[in-house]
């Protein structure tokens, strides 16, 4: 008898981590869809959009367009899931402007992915759960790279443009964000999701 109950018990016990992991793999499928989403939307935007307002208006364009760029993507994300609770945020450790500064969270994983990058690894997006307010919120940071047409404004003194060099100086004094090279980090598009929002959407999967 009293094996029985103690083999009842650990059936219990070990359908209930089985129940946990599932929770957390279906938690991780869903935010990885939606950071593939994301990321496809942002490369969009920024192959079109930032090349159509550089073009036309030259460095303000970009400085519009990086400046209101988490708005439009938190609209986007919103609109796609009807669920108002979600927020993405542009974040970098190499900042130009101050807005763009990560949490203490957020530059911990920037950190790691540049670990990564270092030691020769492709970054694998992270999911990390964060606590505001007594609320829990699913965090996911998607990478974005420097490309060789980011270094006008983002690379060494010989790469800026000499004009953009000068609007940087006057409009950032607190500007992080040259000097770097092709391929470096330059930042990470963070989505944050309540955990009741991720609940209804696992469920409604
Ligand atoms: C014509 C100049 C210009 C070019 C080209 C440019 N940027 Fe920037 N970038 C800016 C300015 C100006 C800001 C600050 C925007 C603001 O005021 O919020 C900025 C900000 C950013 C930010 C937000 C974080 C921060 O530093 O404040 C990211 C991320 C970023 N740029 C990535 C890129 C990438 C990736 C490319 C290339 C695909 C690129 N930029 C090309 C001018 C430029």
């Known amino acids: 008898m009293k094996a029985r109950v103690f083999l009842l018990r650990w059936v ?7 129940s946990c992991l599932a929770v957390h793999a279906e938690t991780y499928n869903l935010l990885d869809d939606l950071g593939f989403w994301l990321k496809y939307r942002y490369q969009t935007l920024e192959q079109k959009e930032l090349t159509n307002f550089i073009d036309q208006k030259g460095f303000e364009g970009a400085r519009f367009f990086f400046s209101d760029l988490d708005r439009w993507l938190t609209f986007d994300l919103r609109e796609y899931l009807h669920d108002w609770h979600v ?3 542009l974040l970098s450790l190499k900042y130009r402007d101050l807005k763009h500064r990560p949490d203490p969270l957020a530059a911990k994983v920037i950190k ?3 670990e990564c990058l270092v030691r020769g690894e492709k970054v694998m997006p992270r999911v990390v759960v964060d606590k505001r307010n007594k609320e829990l919120i699913y965090r996911y940071f998607i990478p974005i790279y420097t490309k060789k047409s980011c270094l006008r404004c983002h690379g060494n003194k010989y790469q800026l443009i000499p004009s953009y060099a000068t ?35 696992v469920s409604s999967q």
Do not use: M, N, T, W
């Not at 330059?186 to 929002?197: K, L, N, T």
């Open 12 to 18: 219990v016990f070990l359908g209930v981590i089985a």
């Open 112 to 114: 790691e992915y540049q």
């Open 87 to 89: 927020k993405v945020s």
């Open 167 to 201: 609007k940087i100086k006057a409009f950032y004094p607190e500007d992080r964000a040259v000097g770097l090279k092709e391929g470096d980090l330059r930042g990470v598009i963070s989505i944050d999701i309540p955990a009741q929002s991720v609940r209804y959407l």
